[in-house]
């Protein structure tokens, strides 16, 4: 079916508050819509908010269904139409983001039905008691998260950070990993010149000199390291759980043909992680070729990944790993209050994952 993009600027959203922080992814099997429906409607809930129950026909006719889907650039579109599995029986709407902030305030908005991002943006959603679900989690690498010092660099541990200029984005993973390795070297945010800044900004400051370290993800760690002789002084590997969540809107969880073309998805994307496994040099030139990144770069980090990328349903494990960074946030005052992050949960779809995997 036809799928078309958008650009963030052409969806009606609406501010979640003022407080909410701007931060930093084989043809269609016809066996996906079958396992998918009939799966769709385990819609038990993690905790007390339950989602509407009842059986689905699972020869659903979802011509008429639109999803309304964000993605990163070099993300989920890239991957399903690189891998093949882009020829859904529904149409996607796909809008391009930068950051799943930014995907979060959207949906609360309104104008999302899933998005993606790290464990930390539905926290401070949490406090606002906006209008998302955590519905699959995707397990991905965390060696590509790290601690650079520039070329020639005195600094040798986290300790030796103590008064210096430090690069991080708030609310992201950056900060949220910095944050622990500081505590663990006896050490706060205010024993450290931190600034936060966007990647673009934090490469030009670190290229520039005006950073004595940067915590920093993604491609942008090969390229300092190729490009200005950075060192890696510590990753995030131990640090940082390497989930990343799926959100879902309620109300598209609670419409049955949406509710069914949410678990289709997440079956492909699962499939697509599955496919991504098998072809990494394919797909590091798709990728180059998109995000204008050196192929050598993109492998460098496929070639070095904690863990193998896969898509998979909610555990009990999961949603304590999202209240371990919560609680980390509230003790170091990062948010103001304690936040429960349970209640976001669902396992509505672990069914559908479980007989795709």
């Keep these: 079916m036809t799928q078309s993009t ?9 501010r979640l508050v003022a407080a909410l922080p701007a931060a930093p992814w084989l043809t269609a099997s016809t066996g ?20 509407p129950n009842g059986k689905t026909d699972p020869h659903l006719d979802l011509s008429q269904v639109r999803l309304r889907v964000a993605t990163y650039k070099g993300g989920d579109a890239t ?23 930014a995907m979060i305030e959207a949906m609360n908005g309104g104008s999302l039905d899933i998005a993606s991002g790290s464990e930390i943006p539905p926290i401070f959603a949490r406090l606002q008691n906006a209008q998302i679900r955590v519905i699959a989690v995707y397990k991905d690498d965390v060696n590509n998260q790290v601690v650079l010092v520039p070329k020639g660099s005195a600094i040798r541990s986290i300790a030796d950070l103590k008064g210096k200029r430090v690069g991080y984005l708030r609310a992201t993973t950056t900060h949220y990993y910095l944050l622990r390795m500081l505590e663990e070297a006896g050490l706060s945010f205010n024993d450290i010149q931190a600034a936060s800044l966007a990647p673009r900004d934090g490469f030009a400051a670190f290229n520039a000199g005006s950073l004595d370290a940067w915590a920093i993800y993604g ?3 090969p390229l300092a390291i190729s490009q200005a002789g950075a060192r890696v002084l510590k990753n995030a590997n131990g640090y940082l759980s390497g989930n990343y969540l799926y959100y879902g809107h309620p109300a598209a969880l609670a419409d049955p043909l949406r509710r069914a073309a949410c678990a289709d998805l997440l079956v492909r994307l699962q499939r697509a992680c599955q496919w991504f496994a098998q072809h990494q040099d394919a797909y590091a030139k798709v990728l180059s070729a998109e995000l204008r990144v050196p192929e050598p770069a993109i492998l460098s980090l496929y070639r070095n990944q904690s863990q193998a990328r896969r898509v998979t349903g909610v555990t009990a494990a999961d949603i304590a790993s999202e209240q371990q960074v919560a609680d980390t946030f509230a003790r170091a005052a990062v948010i103001e209050r304690h936040v429960d992050v349970a209640p976001m949960w669902t396992d509505t779809f672990n069914a559908a994952l479980a007989r795709g995997a």
């Design 6 to 14: 958008d650009s963030p600027a052409s969806l009606r959203r609406r």
């Design 32 to 51: 996906l819509i079958s396992d998918a429906a009939s799966a769709a409607n385990a819609t038990t809930n993690a905790t007390t908010n339950a989602e």
């Design 79 to 101: 991957l399903l139409k690189t891998a093949g599995l882009a020829d859904t029986p529904y149409t996607i709407d796909w809008s391009e983001f930068q950051s799943g902030n």
């Design 219 to 221: 491609y942008n760690v």
